[in-house]
């Protein structure tokens, strides 16, 4: 129901627009999650599916947007001023429940995942 896509090798500074095409129903909100190699799993950023309230991890610092378009039913992250830290794989994920939590465990349904990799 979910398929990511956009990742990608850059150099530090660099941008990535990473893109969710999204199937299904009774969607709440989208988030983006990410994991780096050795490390847990982590919130990125949340929207509303059917409304525009964002939400982001402190680490974004404003270099992420996240964003939607519902008639084409796809869900993004802009990202920008990118650090080596950034490196994992990311994952865009459903929240059908209204759970709204940082949590990926609280998430429905899941993509694929799409390799970022940011070199110094």
């Known amino acids: 129901q979910l398929q990511a896509s956009g990742g990608g090798l850059v150099q530090a500074g660099g941008s990535l627009n990473l893109s969710c095409a999204v199937s299904g129903r009774d969607i709440y909100a989208m988030a983006w999650l990410r994991q780096a190699p050795g490390k847990e799993r982590e919130f990125v950023a949340r929207i509303l599916w059917r409304g525009s309230k964002t939400y982001y991890a402190d680490f974004v610092e404003g270099r992420f947007t996240i964003s939607k378009d519902n008639a084409k039913n796809t869900l993004y992250l802009q990202m920008n001023a990118l650090k080596p830290e950034d490196t994992a794989v990311y994952y865009c994920?459903?929240?059908?429940?209204?759970?709204?939590?940082?949590?990926?465990?609280?998430?429905?349904?899941w993509g694929q995942g799409t390799q970022v990799t940011v070199s110094s």
């Open positions: 994920a459903a929240d059908t429940r209204g759970r709204l939590s940082r949590y990926g465990t609280d998430y429905d349904y």
